[in-house]
């Protein structure tokens, strides 16, 4: 079945570099990879996502990139801020899912450290 | 708007005892998840609904009946708790316009302890 792979498990950055989470996919039929942000006791928050027919995405300091080949996708946090800490979650479609209605398999996470 | 709502907050059963823990959404969307997420493994799909009156398994069903109650309303059951059911459990939704129908929102989770 479709697995998604992701790394690092934890990062720590100084505030102001940039983050760069990494995450594989098994399944080639996969077209919507949408990444979370979930902070402590909260639930996750969509921030950024990309579907297949895309190779890169950007909303400010966030961008996404999409290696379809390679079946690969990753998050790019610039400028990095101490509100930026929390565990950030990567996803794929899972084969099956269609338009509104996605199944999603998520990634391990990520805790992304901004020390000040 | 209040987007998606669950109760309760935190559980805590005995093992063999039944429960429902319930999820609504005020955002119209036509479709509905229940997660489940445990340390070191991120979020597994229990059940979903992809329109009202419809359920599918997801990931990992067993031990779980959802109902679809209404276009709002998706809830999860768990007949007989077991510790292996200690878990953060979520809800998720999603539909809206196009071009953003498969965004899924979440809610705050409903944190469950099976002892």
């Known amino acids: 079945g479709e697995n998604v792979e992701q790394h690092p498990s934890t990062l720590s950055v100084q505030e102001g570099d940039s983050a760069v989470i990494k995450c594989t996919y098994s399944?080639?039929?996969?077209?919507?990879f949408p990444w979370y942000k979930q902070e402590l006791g909260k639930g996750p928050q969509l921030i950024i996502d990309?579907?297949?027919?895309?190779g890169e995405k950007k909303d400010q300091r966030i961008a996404v990139t999409l290696n379809k080949t390679a079946k690969h996708f990753s998050l790019h946090i610039t400028e990095t801020q101490p509100e930026d800490s929390a565990v950030y979650f990567c996803?794929?479609?899972?084969?099956?899912?269609?338009?509104?209605?996605?199944?999603?398999?998520f990634g391990t996470g990520t805790l992304l450290a901004v020390q000040p | 708007n209040a987007g998606v709502t669950q109760t309760p907050k935190f559980q805590v059963l005995k093992t063999g005892q039944s429960m429902t823990l319930q999820c609504a959404q005020d955002?119209?969307?036509?479709?509905m998840y229940w997660y489940r997420q445990d340390p070191g493994m991120g979020l597994r799909l229990i059940y979903y609904?992809?329109?009202?009156?419809?359920?599918d398994k997801g990931e990992v069903p067993n031990g779980y009946n959802v109902s679809r109650l209404n276009k709002r309303e998706f809830s999860l059951r768990l007949e007989s708790a077991a510790p292996s059911q200690t878990s953060v459990y979520f809800c998720?939704?999603?539909?809206?316009?196009?071009?953003?129908?498969?965004?899924?929102?979440f809610g705050p989770g409903t944190r469950l302890t099976v002892t």
């Open positions: 998720a939704s999603s539909g809206g316009p196009p071009g953003r129908r498969g965004e899924q929102y």
């Open positions: 399944d080639s039929a996969s077209n919507y």
């Open positions: 990309i579907r297949s027919n895309v």
């Open positions: 996803a794929a479609t899972l084969r099956g899912g269609s338009g509104a209605t996605n199944k999603l398999i």
């Open positions: 955002m119209n969307h036509n479709s």
């Open positions: 609904s992809a329109s009202e009156g419809t359920t």
